[in-house]
């Protein structure tokens, strides 16, 4: 069931402590969005904005995610759209479903941290360092977020 029916969008540079139900919080600089689970159990729902997981879309008026926010490392396993701001609920998943899309999710990741590093790795004529401090701080919020 889905008691959190509209997300407000509200850009920001970097997450705050408290997170409100009912706002889907963007940070640009750190390319995630996170939210308070919007089946009401209020656990924080962070996503990370890469091409293998998910993308956001800003219409002026309201925001979008792409895919869906599928919850299933809660334990309320909500699944849900976010369309211009409002919340649909989607199917749950059955548990074949949650370990296919687990799976696709983990080598989606893999081959785009791959071609990431890939792309680090090789030698290049104008090196750019602050790409380096950048990813460096994003892991540093992560953790914060998840102690
Ligand atoms: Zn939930």
Request: glycine residues 6%; hydrophobic residues 35%; aromatic residues 10%.
């Amino acid at each position: 069931m889905i008691r959190t029916k509209q997300l407000r969008h509200r850009f920001v540079e970097t997450m705050p402590d408290n997170i409100e139900t009912g706002v889907l919080y963007v940070s640009m600089e750190y390319a995630t969005a996170a939210h308070r689970c919007c089946c009401g159990c209020g656990e924080e729902v962070i996503t990370p904005f890469n091409p293998a997981q998910w993308q956001m879309s800003f219409n002026g008026d309201a925001v979008s995610l792409h895919p869906s926010v599928g919850n299933w490392n809660l334990r309320c396993r909500s699944h849900y759209f976010v369309r211009e701001g409002r919340v649909i609920e989607a199917p749950s998943w059955t548990k074949k479903q949650i370990e296919a899309g687990q799976k696709r999710d983990k080598d989606a990741r893999t081959q785009y941290l791959a071609d990431k590093s890939a792309v680090v790795a090789a030698p290049q004529l104008h090196s750019r360092p602050v790409e380096h401090d950048r990813s460096s701080r994003l892991i540093g919020w992560f953790k914060s977020m998840f102690v």
